[in-house]
């Protein structure tokens, strides 16, 4: 980006784009027009440096010569709010900066070398992730699969990917702050429509190729059983049920279904990807708090029972639940899937962002899967299903500790309550999906040197290979590659998801604890003091009409009812329902 750069008689400028304008129109959209004064010279330059460092190429000296003095300050003062601003973690372009070069793209319509300029920087921001990993963190595999996705979906791709390969190596525990669990990850891609998300489709389908080719054969056997069953119905015996170990889950599918296919798999990981992420909100329903839970508990790898009286319904007993799943579908419906952003489901949950192509121009060749990439990403796929043992990589955990506290501290200073909350997972999954690329890498070596199947011979005769072989892999790289992920996992969450949950905390702070009970104020809590331990949902409207009047409709009743009982308030018992305050 250096040479883009440049200063010339009329000031600095980005390929023909004054950093004059830029700051012009920040101005004018953030500040009313207004210039700092004394009082806040110190904030607005160090805001201005925080946007302008990711068009200036992070240059402490472009930066100290683009960014006016304002009244009050000094030129050491300005540079240490620069330094400051350059010393925060590197991220893509703020949402403040891309609204201000859209501005800009409307105010020069018609000059074409600005015009080419802002599109140079966009350009340059959709590779900020794949510039940032570097190729030695993308082993064969991975890379394949984001050349053949394209790099400016890099985040998505080893998203998608490391879920993939936490399934396929089922049998590999990664040690994180001292205890051992599989790597469990749940992932969702979101992008507006036409953003290119059906590109991972083919990707996937040659990561999991082993696991189709095999369910194959369990579904085919299903087949069978359910055809005969179906001759028989009226047969003294019918044929008794297969319980086959399908790994592969469809998400078309209901509650009861989906645990009788978990229970099968018990031990190992099963796996879902839908291009469709509106499948789980409409074919869940109701049953989306399900959803959430069993997320919630794949993710921490405990235990999972499901029970009913009838004995043709789904009881299942699952002592490890293993469930990765990769979601992809637009921010409505993200937000259809993750309806409560507190209860622990969203916080388990690694979001990536397609790139914005509203205004990119249709490339001559789009990136595809080759025949050489699917063969290389089934081999190393190949290698993971036989990978084995606890591992236990000190390198990781040290930077993770790193990252936790530089977090920690950035957010005390900022007083960012939720990205302060955010960070207590998501180096979970960086470090579960860092250990995914290293297992990758692991399998791209030991392909080219010793071949497919030599490989595969010497992971199934020795046992304790794979932890040997991650340990070599804590390379600068790999190191630098879980920052990246980290940072990219926190800072994509609260782009969707900041207002919501500040709203979601602030909302928490209208309930006061009384006697170990929990109250709201509020007209609905008013109707509650006035309604009976048990009520009918008739009872409750008859409360509406007489508190809020003629305007309650039994819908609003219903709404409310449910919310009372989503935040535990009551239960349903029968045909009723039961006041938590008054019983339990």
């Known amino acids: 980006m250096n040479e883009t750069i440049r200063t010339t008689g009329r000031g600095a400028d980005y390929n023909g784009l004054p950093f004059s304008s830029i700051i012009d129109e920040i101005n004018r959209r953030y500040y009313g027009g207004m210039e700092p004064g004394e009082l806040d010279s110190t904030t607005r ?87 940032s990993l570097g190729k030695r963190a993308l082993p064969m595999g991975v890379n394949d699969s984001v050349e053949a996705v394209g790099r400016t979906k890099t985040m998505a791709v080893i998203y998608t990917v490391a879920a993939i390969i936490g399934a396929l190596a089922t049998k590999v525990r990664l040690a994180i702050h001292g205890k051992f669990n599989h790597l469990n990850i749940d992932v969702f891609i979101c992008g507006s429509a036409a ?35 179906k001759r028989e119905r009226n047969a003294k015996k019918l044929p008794d049920q297969p319980h086959l170990p399908i790994r592969l889950i469809s998400l078309n599918n209901t509650v009861a279904n989906v645990s009788e296919r978990l229970a099968n798999v018990d031990g190992i990981h099963a796996f879902s990807y839908t291009p469709e992420g509106d499948i789980v909100a409409q074919k869940w329903g109701s049953a989306l708090t399900d959803f959430s839970v069993m997320k919630r508990m794949s993710y921490d790898g405990v235990g999972y029972s499901r029970e009913a009286k009838s004995l043709d319904s789904v009881n299942v007993h699952i002592d490890k639940l293993l469930w990765n799943s990769v979601l992809v579908g637009t921010s409505s419906c993200l937000y259809k899937v993750v309806r409560n952003v507190v209860d622990g489901q969203l916080s388990r949950l690694a979001i990536a962002a397609m790139p914005d192509n509203t205004f990119t121009p249709l490339e001559e060749k789009e990136p595809h899967l080759t025949l050489q990439q699917a063969d290389n990403i089934r081999n190393v ?43 207590l997972r998501d180096h979970v999954t960086a470090m579960r999906m860092t250990a995914g690329l290293m297992l990758a890498s692991v399998a791209a070596k030991m392909i080219r040197r010793y071949g497919v199947d030599e490989a595969e011979r010497m992971l199934k005769e020795q046992p304790f290979l794979t932890a040997q072989l991650m340990e070599k892999e804590q390379t600068k790289e790999m190191l630098d590659a879980f920052s990246v992920i980290a940072d990219s996992i926190t800072e994509t969450k609260l782009r969707f998801f900041r207002s919501r949950i500040e709203k979601a905390y602030a909302s928490c702070e209208e309930y006061e604890c009384i006697n170990g009970q929990r109250y709201r104020k509020g007209k609905n809590d008013t109707i509650y003091e006035r309604l009976p331990a048990q009520f009918t949902i008739d009872q409750a409207m008859q409360q509406c009409l007489a508190i809020k009047g003629t305007g309650v409709s039994r819908n609003s009743t219903r709404m409310m009812i449910k919310n009372w009982n989503s935040q535990g308030l009551i239960y349903k018992k029968e045909h009723y329902y039961v006041k938590i305050t008054q019983e339990r």
């Not at 991972?200 to 085919?220: A, F, N, P």
């Not at 290698?383 to 506290?405: H, I, S």
């Open 45 to 131: 330059t160090y805001e201005l440096a925080m946007l302008l460092r990711h068009i200036t190429n992070y240059s402490e000296v472009m930066l100290n010569n683009v960014i006016p003095i304002y009244k009050g300050m000094t030129e050491e003062m300005k540079l240490k709010q620069i330094k400051a601003a350059l010393n925060a973690t590197k991220t893509q372009m703020p949402q403040r900066l891309r609204d201000v070069l859209y501005a800009l793209r409307k105010t020069f319509a018609d000059n074409e070398e600005i015009q080419q300029a802002i599109d140079d920087i966009e350009t340059e921001d959709e590779f900020f992730h794949y510039n």
């Open 195 to 229: 953003s290119g998300k059906g590109s991972l489709d083919e990707v996937v389908d040659s990561w999991t190729e082993s696991l189709r080719e095999q369910d194959r054969i369990y579904l085919k056997q299903e087949r069978e059983w359910r055809d005969r069953a």
């Open 381 to 423: 796929a190949r290698l993971l299903m036989l990978m084995q043992g606890d591992v236990e990589l000190t390198k990781l955990e040290r930077r993770c500790r790193e990252w936790l506290e530089t977090v920690r501290k950035e957010t005390l200073q900022n007083d960012d309550r939720v990205k302060a909350r955010c960070r």
